[in-house]
Nanobody, 127 residues
């Protein structure tokens, strides 16, 4: 069974940092691109950051460029999202999702291609 589990969310003050983890089980991430998405209350889900199966290609939403960094450790079957200088608008449930590509590919799929989803982790930025 393909499963993704997010962790690392929590409550943080504005300007603080968190690192989210996305751990895969039941499949190897070597063949999958990973995307981080978020959904704030009353808003549509949006793509935050993406990384190819090789780790060689990454994309970021304009709203998080320079603050968030996506990375992956295929040996640990885990993808990370380092979030720095968090602000109130970053408050949301964060989800990771996987899209099959090929082994060690630099291809980053479009937002609608991700079809294996985790359950989400809450990130709350508040003073």
């Amino acid at each position: 069974q393909l499963q993704l589990v997010e962790s690392g969310g929590g409550l943080v003050q504005p300007g603080g940092s968190l690192r989210l983890s996305c751990a895969a089980s039941g499949f190897t991430l070597n063949y999958y691109a990973i995307g981080w998405f978020r959904q704030a209350p009353g808003k549509e889900r949006e793509g935050v950051s993406y990384i190819s199966s090789s780790g060689g290609s990454t994309n970021y939403a304009d709203s998080v460029k320079g603050r968030f960094t996506i990375s992956r450790d295929n040996a640990k079957n885990t993808v990370y999202l380092q979030m720095n200088n968090l602000n109130l608008v970053d408050t949301a449930v964060y989800y990771c999702a996987a899209a099959f590509t090929s082994f060690y590919s630099d291809y980053v799929p479009g937002q609608n291609e991700y079809d294996v989803w985790g359950q989400g982790t809450q990130v709350t930025v508040s003073s």
